[in-house]
């Protein structure tokens, strides 16, 4: 394969890797914790879309657990866009034609 070749094709891998990473903002993911008490929309990208807090948690007693809640909802939604963006990225990479060793992303 000559260079102009693998600069066109580098470039074309380029342009759909850029798409694949648009595409992933418009993903959605829901991380939960406290049995559903707290529950956090992210898009795929990790872009925090929205928080729901159980009303039953709104009292000065209960501010640690939320806390920790929230945190372990951000956690278990980070975990999940974590998971979608790599299964969307190795469908989008699969049906490129890259030479064999070829590393994404470059």
Do not use: C, W, Y
């Not at 648009?22 to 529950?39: H, R």
């Not at 729901?52 to 372990?72: C, F, N, R, T, Y």
């Amino acid at each position: 394969m000559d260079l102009e070749k693998m600069m066109a094709m580098a470039q074309n891998v380029q342009a759909e890797l850029a798409k694949a990473q648009e595409n992933l903002d418009t993903l959605e993911v829901e991380g939960v914790s406290g049995g559903g008490l707290v529950k956090v929309k992210a898009s795929a990208k990790g872009r925090i879309i929205g928080v729901d807090i159980d009303e039953s948690l709104l009292q000065p007693s209960e501010k640690g657990m939320v806390e920790d809640l929230v945190a372990a909802a951000f956690n278990d939604a980070r975990a999940k866009a974590d998971a979608v963006a790599q299964a969307e990225m190795s469908k989008m990479s699969s049906g490129l034609p890259l030479p064999p060793g070829f590393k994404l992303p470059f």
